[in-house]
């Protein structure tokens, strides 16, 4: 079977991470127990999460002319990911993720955007070749809202199927989420979404539908995932693991899943499955990029 065309529209950074004991208070210091520099952003990990998983993928984005710019190169290339859409910024630096992680694998995440936030409306319409191309088209929120809108407009005209990643979370108009087939936000990213705050994961579904979503596939962590779409609510568990290293990357890892086994034509139950499992697998693994699994893992996986 070849392998199906996915667009990724979205961020590339470096990842610095500091591994701690636990996450520190405002104003206090702690003595970490590690520290390790890794490829991240949410674009290029869940691009390179699909590429692994079994797409041909092209990633659209900036990056910096300088060394951080150089190591996304080299992982794209790594990944077998087409980048002639990426533009080499001279403007503005490769973006950079200080992130700390805690001995339960959660983290916090600091985003300095830099050549992401440069990513433009006409980038992203000389993508358009590839979009034309794609069975889906991916993205996030760490590049500027005019380019994500552009991006998923263009998709739209071409009859590609195209996914929301709503992260880091911020207001949406609902005349941008009509552009979106399926929107993967998690609970806190939802509220930020409607500006409607509900502990309850049905209702905050709901309350994003009433906004304007269309399918809403809403990701819990360790409680699984809620899908909401015209025929009401569905709860897919989550996989059990043996033990989660580092969270950093399963949110990516899982949107990279969808878009491909959505390419591949599967039903959507079926394809949040395979998601899911994606993003167990990652979260069993240091780094962002780097937990990324193969096809052959996530297959392995399933079968257990
Ligand atoms: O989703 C994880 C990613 O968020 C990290 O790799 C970091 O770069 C930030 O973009």
Redesign the pocket.
């Known amino acids: 079977m070849d392998k199906p065309r996915i667009v990724v529209l979205g961020?590339y950074?470096?990842?610095l991470v500091t591994f701690s004991p636990r996450i520190p208070q405002p104003g206090e210091t702690i003595l970490g127990s590690g520290f390790k520099t890794g490829?991240?952003?949410?674009g290029?990990?869940q691009a390179v999460a699909a590429a692994r998983v079994g797409a041909a993928v092209t990633f659209v984005g900036r990056i910096g002319r300088d060394m951080f710019g150089e190591m996304a190169l080299k992982v794209w290339q790594e990944a077998g990911i087409a980048t002639d859409y990426v533009i080499q910024d001279g403007e503005a630096p490769t973006?950079v993720?200080t992130?700390i992680v805690d001995d339960h694998g959660e983290n916090i995440?600091v985003?300095a955007s830099g050549a992401n936030w440069r990513v433009s409306p006409a980038d992203v319409e000389r993508a358009e070749p590839a979009i034309a191309a794609s069975r889906v088209f991916l993205t996030q929120l760490?590049t500027p809202p005019e380019a994500v809108r552009r991006g998923l407009q263009i998709a739209r005209q071409h009859g590609a199927t195209t996914i929301l990643n709503p992260?880091p979370g911020q207001p949406l108009t609902p005349d941008l989420l009509a552009l979106v087939d399926i929107i993967t936000p998690n609970q806190t990213e939802a509220a930020i979404i409607t500006g409607v705050s509900s502990a309850n994961a049905t209702e905050a579904c709901a309350a994003l539908r009433a906004h304007g979503a269309n399918t809403v596939v809403m990701t819990l962590g360790s409680e699984g995932v809620l899908l909401y779409d015209d025929g009401g609510p569905q709860h897919f568990p989550a996989f059990k693991v043996d033990k989660v290293v580092d969270t950093?990357?399963?949110?990516?890892a899982f949107n990279g899943g969808l878009a491909v086994a959505l390419a591949e034509g599967k039903p959507l139950a079926e394809a949040i499955r395979f998601a899911s499992a994606t993003g167990a697998i990652s979260v069993t693994r240091p780094g962002?990029?780097e937990s990324m699994p193969t096809r052959a893992e996530v297959e392995a996986f399933l079968r257990r």
């Open positions: 961020s950074n470096t990842d490829p991240g952003g949410k290029s990990n973006g993720a992130i995440i985003v760490e992260a950093t990357g399963a949110g990516d962002a990029t």
